[in-house]
């Protein structure tokens, strides 16, 4: 007797997300590798934004990606300090940084453009480049700082 389990369209969108998952060593090619990884992580959560990082070395091969931090579902409170520390542990060259909207709302807000312009400034201090800010949602879509002309 063939017995079929029957795959949640859950666990179908946990598959499919995963395929776009980075790993240690892998290149970033662009905003749209970052992104998908972006989504892949914390992009479906939709009772709290996350905010995150991928940490590269002077290739732009990824070093890690860390949750860095959690908030409510409307916003984040960012410590720069926070990641500046975890570049500096990380001996990183260059990151990319990621949050979540829950609301499925692709527009930065004021809060996160004056974060992005903070940690920016912070990063040229210790020579790291900071490539781009991502906000993801949970249908795949993005939007790149530096696509808008924000970074």
């Known amino acids: 007797m063939n017995m079929l389990s029957k795959v949640s369209d859950e666990q179908i969108s946990d598959e499919y997300r995963k395929r776009f998952e980075l790993k240690k060593g892998d290149f970033i090619k662009g905003g749209y590798d970052a992104a998908k990884h972006f989504n892949s992580k914390i992009g479906k959560r939709l009772d709290k934004e996350l905010f995150g990082a991928i940490f590269l070395n002077g290739r732009n091969q990824v070093i890690t990606t860390e949750i860095l931090f959690e908030g ?4 984040t409170a960012v410590y720069p300090r926070e990641i500046i520390k975890r570049i500096l542990e990380l ?18 807000s004021n809060n996160d453009l004056s ?7 912070a990063c040229e201090l210790i020579d790291c480049c900071l490539h781009d800010h ?3 949602v949970q249908n795949g879509e993005f939007t790149s700082f530096v696509d808008r002309g924000l970074l």
């Open 115 to 121: 974060i992005t312009k903070k940690i920016k400034k």
């Open 91 to 108: 001996d990183a060259a260059a990151i990319i940084i990621g949050h979540n909207h829950p609301s499925g709302n692709l527009n930065p």
């Open 134 to 136: 991502l906000i993801v």
């Open 72 to 75: 409510s579902v409307t916003q």
